[in-house]
């Protein structure tokens, strides 16, 4: 008796201890950042990876849990890691990007990193936050319902995919980034795009690697898609199904049957894949959705393979799906414009309507001037830039996060405009060269905590229109309206959607074109807001908001090991 006993005793030490360190090992992470040799397009070369993942490792989280990655610079590049559409409240402190809330971590450094998730339940991602090296170091964040909560708002299907969708360069990432900024031209554009990680079968020495994914038929599958390109808006399909998309951005969507997507750099959506076709192979295929096709782009197209169980004739050809023509501006916006939040009682929506804080931004590709014994490759000559209200951002040496908290003087300004400093016609065909060049500096814009924000994008044609994800860290908004043309504040505020607008952290605005989002400044910190698309992003489309402390919130003391500058 006393031997059963004892055994007993023993048995439920032994399971505590079992699930201590199951949740000890789920909460705690290490990234090893580090390169890794990949084989791809008949090319053997090294990319950075994390823990010789490409991609990157899925972290699973539920909502409302707290989790701690330390990442490890194992490689020969300065790294950041940012938390794509996590909130992080009021602990901007390990939201990423360089020079805005950290330094970079250095070759031969760590820091450890804590990750707050709040209301996010659906996709996201993280990714680096320096340079181009997000191309290659970058991962899917699954985020679960609470373990006791009300579980998803939709039938459970049956296995959920991540769907990672990027792009590959033959060359060193960093030698085409290089070469951009040396010659003040437009990068080169990539060599293939990839479905977690592989071209697939229409690219050369890509066929035996193509993924595939594996149904039965009369199963549901829910596809969790991340663009992880770099520079480029993607349509997606699967061939003779329908999607049903359920979630966007991390956080639940009124269900929507579409043939196809259009999903912008930076974006996430959640869509159920019904396998309720005769078994056979489909490919699921993704390609470039460009408004301006007259530059240069990457026109090729990325596949994988669903492929049903069972006996049965396989087909000669797996079927590829009809995707939109690249330009097929029509097809790209009706999506996205019918994408609606779940809006119900467990999920409610809580639109600002009493605005306190109105910014109207201009989103402008720029030309400087060229120095002096030096060619360069932008329009007549000049440098490639790209602003917000006709600035053109500088990263300072210091983080803008620690110059906010330590009070350290001539780092940033506070002068970003509410409202374009030039006032043009923003869409017409023929502007005038002066238009071309902006104002460079770090100037930010200072939010009081608790404002109701609206920002209006407006979209211009200074050198080239060009469509523009913007993605601001930190928060999550509404995306009220959308247009083409020059925004008309009397009329276009009559057709908003203040009942159940998409909930989104990356938002797309078209070319020469506006958009308009709406949040409430209630996480207090240093938030950056940039164009997703990386070649923009370096060119200076970007400004940071500081909220402002709260009586309910107020921005957290920094961590001991914040890398050094």
Known sequence: MLFCKKTLVFKILWVL????????????????????????????????????????????VHHG???????HNKGRYNITIHWHGVKLT?????????????????????????????????????????????????????????????????????????????????????????????TGGDPAVSDAFTINGQPGDLYPCSKSETIKLNVHQGNSYLLRIVNAALNTILFFSVAKHNLTVVGIDGSYAKQLTSGYITIASGQTIDAVLHANQDPNHYYMAARAFTSSPSVAFDNTTATAIVQYSGDYTLSSFPSLPQLPYYDDTNAAYSFLSSLRSLA???????????????????LSVNALPCH?????????????????????????????????YKHIH?????????????????????????LEVSKTGTEVKILPFNSAVEIIFQGTNVVAGDDHPMHLHGYSFYIVGWGYGNFDKDKDPQNYNLIDPPFRNTVTVPRNGWTT???????????????????????????????????????SPPPPDMPPC
Not at 39 to 50: A, E, G, P, Q
Not at 65 to 71: E, F, H, M, S
Not at 109 to 118: A, R, V
Not at 345 to 355: C, F, G, W
């Open 17 to 60: 201890l079992f699930f201590s360190v199951h949740c000890l090992a789920a909460t705690h992470y290490h990234f090893k950042v580090m390169e890794a040799p990949y084989t791809r397009l008949c090319s053997k070369k090294k990319i950075l990876t994390v823990n010789g993942q490409f991609p990157g490792p899925a972290l699973h």
């Open 65 to 71: 849990d707290t989790i701690y990655v330390t990442v």
């Open 90 to 182: 009021g602990y901007p402190w390990s939201d990423g990007p360089e020079y805005i809330t950290q330094c970079p971590i250095q070759p031969g450094g760590k820091f450890k990193q804590k990750i707050i998730f709040s209301t996010e339940e659906g996709t996201l991602w993280w990714h680096a936050h320096s340079d181009w090296s997000r191309a290659t170091v970058h991962g899917p964040i699954i985020v679960y319902p609470k373990i006791n909560g009300t579980g998803y708002p939709f039938s459970k299907p049956l296995v959920e995919v991540p769907i990672i969708l990027g792009e590959w360069w033959k060359r060193d990432v960093m030698d085409v980034l290089q070469e951009a900024v040396i």
């Open 344 to 362: 119900d009682e467990d999920h409610p929506v809580r639109v600002p309507s009493n605005i306190t804080t109105r910014i109207v931004s201009t």
């Open 372 to 404: 002096r014994n030096r060619s360069c490759e932008g329009p007549n000559g000049t440098i490639l830039a790209a602003s917000m209200n006709n600035i053109t951002f500088v990263n300072p040496s210091i983080d803008i996060l620690e110059a906010y």
């Open 410 to 434: 001539g780092v940033y300004g506070a002068d970003f405009p509410s409202f374009p400093p030039l006032v043009f016609n923003f869409t017409a065909d023929n502007l005038p060269l002066i």
């Open 517 to 555: 989002i709406r949040f409430e400044a209630t996480n207090p910190g240093v938030w950056f807001m940039h164009c997703h698309f990386d070649r923009h992003l370096v060119w200076g489309m970007e400004t940071v908001f500081i909220v402002q402390d709260g009586t309910e919130a107020r921005l």
